[in-house]
């Protein structure tokens, strides 16, 4: 089930968009030069410029005060030229990663981060919904997998990925389980579900013995090890599962694809095309 070749689709459809759209502007904001997350903001960068977007990457000191971070991300809200902003995460110890999240202008979170956003998912109606979840979706879509009146299982309960997902599989009519760190026996879950979604970040916390003959398996974890990257799901779940996602090339490339298909709808909620469920005053 790779990634790759569905993300190669989309973006054409993107950068057509943009095109109809006129100027098309994405900003991301890291703090610090943690080398893991500027070579994900270059990837991010490097697509926005395919799909023919202009993109901003505001890089800031790594001791940087609240108050300037805050003033940056107000500076980027009331930029005409930017439709979607991304804070990169995690955030330093000196800031309030919450604040900072709720600095965020919800018509420009393409990250789907913000309360309020996280909220309008919750209600049924989302907004920017998570770019990874989204992917996901996707993936099992292309692939034909069933999900309505399906067993699936999330294991991880982040707030960019286990708890979207999760929600995302509730309205597609899933019946959905969340294991996570004091889960007991996570196997007893894992073995029944059809519909298998890890996003744990730990390498091999699914074994090949532990998924159900014939399910489906999106494996979103990324582990730098000795041997190089790999999932949170062992390679020997393919002999068993009908679908796996492959690390890298599997959900990577959906994500940034999905960050961009959220940059253009929230150049369309910007310029009145598309309505904003629940714009907040």
Known sequence: MEGRPLAERILPEVAEEVRELGDVGLAT?????DPASTIYIRRKHEAAAEAGMHSTDLKLPDDISQDDFDAAVAELNAD????????????????????????????????????????????????????????????????????DGAR???????????????????QAHAT?????????????????????????????????????????????GVNRTDDGLVGDVEAAAAERAAFL??????????TIAMLLQN???AARYRRGLLAFPGRPR
């Open 80 to 147: 005409d030229s930017i439709d979607g902003i991304l804070i990169q995460l995690p955030l330093p110890g000196q800031i309030d990663e919450a604040a900072a999240i709720v600095a965020l202008d919800p018509v420009k979170d393409v990250d789907g981060v913000h309360p309020f956003t996280a909220g309008q998912l919750y209600l049924g109606r989302p907004t920017h919904v998570p770019a990874t979840p989204l992917g996901i979706m996707a993936l099992l879509a292309e692939h034909s997998v069933p999900v």
């Open 176 to 220: 959905v389980s969340i294991c996570h760190t004091h889960t007991d026996d996570l196997p007893h879950y894992t073995l029944d579900a059809d519909v298998l979604v890890v996003a744990a970040g730990r390498a091999g916390v699914v074994t090949g013995d532990m998924v159900k003959e014939g399910s489906a398996i999106v494996d979103v």
């Open 245 to 254: 996602t492959p690390v890298p090339g599997g959900v990577g490339p959906m």
């Open 263 to 265: 940059t253009v709808r």
């Open 29 to 33: 904001v890291q703090v610090g030069d």
């Open 152 to 170: 699936a299982v999330v294991v991880g309960r982040s707030d960019i990925v286990g708890k979207p997902v999760a929600h995302l599989l509730l």
